[in-house]
């Protein structure tokens, strides 16, 4: 008898493939970012290496170092019928380039009573935990999923890195994808993807099936999520695991429909807890099933502070799978 292995992929492949994919695919689809053609190497993190010379620098193209520059011109592409995705290197530059994002790219749609489409995506990588200082490892969700207009995404495996930038990427609306730095540089693996997929957005995946609590991630805190359901569940304790996936819009109804039947929540994120998405989110789930939960809902997140650039530090300041676990088990015994 013979048996077929599930081929592997990283993140940076599953990506630079769905970039691969929708170059080839359409030709109003551009790239373009800071050092992202091959003369340069193909990105800091070599996420688009050898998208230039299969698909040429016109539609590969390497900016200045310039986030302005880069927004701008990604916007009145999009305005013009491209479909361009900028790359803005690190996600605190952002930043740099809000007034582009937030005031066009999110708004002129409105703006335009509906006459306006920009089909722009914005690929960043952002994530702490490997000692790149404050300035290089904010996890800013909370800042574009307040903006009205912007999409939100955040890919927690290879597979789902791939089906949600293509539909980022074929969206008529502004798109962020957030890359996590250390699922690049832990080289974390997962199934590859069927070529050609698409991930809703919007569309939440549940990981883990359980009776007893909701816990709510998305991004790298999936996978502590997913070990802290297998660690529980060894005792017994039914968690289930839903990702989000997408931020904005998250998927309101596969959450509130799980704690309707678990009547316990968690929810966490690598952000700083305090005003995070999981705010959000909790208050939503008190608003709509005050009545129906057995215990409150509960966040966790990393420290309120800047992300500390030494190493021990660092570790203090992030959340952790023992900070998961223990406010799992807090709402169970509530």
């Not at 996890?139 to 789902?160: C, N, Q, R, T």
């Not at 949600?164 to 890359?179: A, G, K």
């Not at 966490?268 to 008190?286: L, P, Q, T, W, Y």
């Not at 959340?319 to 709402?331: D, F, G, K, L, P």
Request: charged share 20%; hydrophobic share 45%; glycine share 10%.
């Amino acid at each position: 008898m013979t048996t077929t292995e599930t081929p592997m992929m990283t993140l940076v492949e599953a990506t630079r493939l769905a970039l691969d994919d929708a170059l080839a695919a359409d030709p109003s689809v551009l790239l373009l970012g800071e050092d992202i053609a091959d003369d340069e190497g193909g990105g800091v993190l070599h996420v688009t290496k050898g998208l230039s010379a299969r698909h040429g620098t016109g539609r590969v193209r390497s900016t200045p170092i310039s986030e302005q520059a880069i927004m701008g011109a990604a916007v009145g592409a999009a305005i013009a019928g491209m479909r361009p995705v900028a790359e803005i290197m690190l996600m605190n530059f952002v930043a740099v380039c809000m007034d582009q994002l937030f005031n066009h790219a999110a708004k002129l749609r409105f703006m335009s009573g509906g006459q306006t489409a920009v089909p722009l995506t914005v690929r960043t990588v952002t994530g702490a935990g490997a000692g790149f200082g404050a300035q290089h490892s904010d996890m800013l969700e909370a800042w574009l999923a307040h903006a009205p207009g912007l999409k939100v995404v955040i890919p927690s495996s290879p597979a789902d890195a791939y089906g949600l930038l293509s539909s980022c990427i074929s969206d008529d609306d502004p798109c962020v994808f957030v890359e996590h730095t250390l699922l690049y540089y832990g080289g974390a693996a997962g199934p590859a993807p069927e070529r050609g997929s698409r991930i809703p957005l919007g569309q939440a995946n549940v990981v883990r099936t359980g009776g007893d609590v909701t816990l709510i991630a998305y991004g790298k805190p999936v996978i502590e999520a997913v070990g802290v359901a297998d660690t529980l569940g060894r005792e017994g304790i039914g968690v289930e695991v839903i990702d989000l996936r997408t931020v904005s819009p998250w998927d309101e109804t596969t959450v509130l429909e799980s704690v309707a039947r678990t009547r316990r929540a968690v929810i966490a994120h690598e952000a700083v807890r305090r005003f995070g998405v999981g705010a959000e989110i909790a208050a939503r789930i008190h608003e709509e099933l005050h009545d129906t939960l057995a215990a409150p809902v509960g966040r966790v997140g990393s420290a309120f502070c800047p992300v500390p650039f030494a190493m021990p530090m660092e570790y203090r300041y992030l959340y952790s799978a023992e900070a998961i676990e223990a406010a799992v088990r807090a709402t169970l015994r509530a």
